[in-house]
């Protein structure tokens, strides 16, 4: 069955560094996602992607975050410079269609010291 | 802005039981409304996908209905098992123009002892 694969599964940083974290989405799904969840908290939407561009952003997604899907695979999440309120566990799915489910892919923890 | 709200927080349940966990949103405009199972740091599971205009959608042990006029969903489980220990969560995505991103509950833990 198709997954919506992510790496690294745990990445640790010191604050101010770029990191980026990489999702594979299903192969056919045209509707890309990220989402982060602080520890304990609830699920929160960051970013939603669409025919090469950003289609609906969060108020989280401040200018040290981008997206960019650089080949017709992988979709990328980037943070420049990292505080450490960025420590949460980062999610990607991705949908075919406007009615279909979104997938989640297992996350990646990110802690940032 | 849309909030949504799950009860309870957490639930225990001897197997076997059947059991049913509730959510609630805000704005009843949603596009679609999704289950899914959190396994402890893993990542989200769907269990049911239900559009605005349905009522109802079942896959195997699980039945989720929904209430949209009254921004309500609930989620029956039937002969409860170990193997369905987890944190639900439900989402709602909005209607109208839009990603259809989704807005998350906090979930439900639920513990189903042997």
């Known amino acids: 069955e198709p997954e919506v694969t992510q790496t690294p599964s745990h990445q640790v940083t010191q604050m101010g560094q770029e990191v980026i974290l990489r999702c594979v989405p299903i192969?056919?799904?045209?509707?890309f996602y990220w989402y982060r969840q602080i520890l304990g908290q609830k699920v929160e939407f960051l970013v939603s992607?669409?025919?090469?561009?950003?289609?609906?952003k969060s108020e989280i997604f401040d200018d040290q975050f981008s997206v960019e899907r650089p080949d017709g695979s992988n979709f990328t999440l980037k943070i420049r410079s990292t505080k450490l309120e960025d420590s949460a566990m980062y999610f990607c799915?991705?949908?075919?269609?406007?009615?279909?489910?979104?997938?989640f892919g297992p996350g990646t923890r990110l802690t940032v010291t | 802005k849309q909030e949504v709200t799950q009860i309870p927080a957490a639930l225990s349940v001897p197997e076997g039981e059947n059991l049913v966990l509730n959510c609630s949103f805000t704005?009843?405009?949603?596009?679609?409304l999704q289950w899914f199972r959190q396994d402890p740091g893993k990542g989200l599971t769907s269990l049911l996908l239900?559009?605005?205009?349905?009522r109802e959608q079942t896959s195997g042990r699980l039945n989720a209905s929904l209430d949209k006029s009254s921004g309500r969903s609930t989620l029956y489980i039937a002969a409860s098992q170990p193997g369905d220990s987890a944190t639900y969560l439900c989402?709602?995505?909005?209607?109208?123009?839009?990603?259809?991103?989704?807005?998350f509950g906090k979930g439900t833990k639920l513990s189903v002892i042997p």
């Open positions: 799915a991705s949908r075919g269609g406007l009615a279909g489910e979104q997938y």
């Open positions: 192969s056919n799904h045209l509707y």
């Open positions: 992607f669409y025919n090469n561009e950003i289609s609906e």
């Open positions: 704005d009843s405009a949603i596009y679609n």
């Open positions: 239900i559009q605005s205009s349905q």
């Open positions: 989402a709602v995505s909005p209607s109208g123009a839009g990603s259809y991103q989704l807005t």
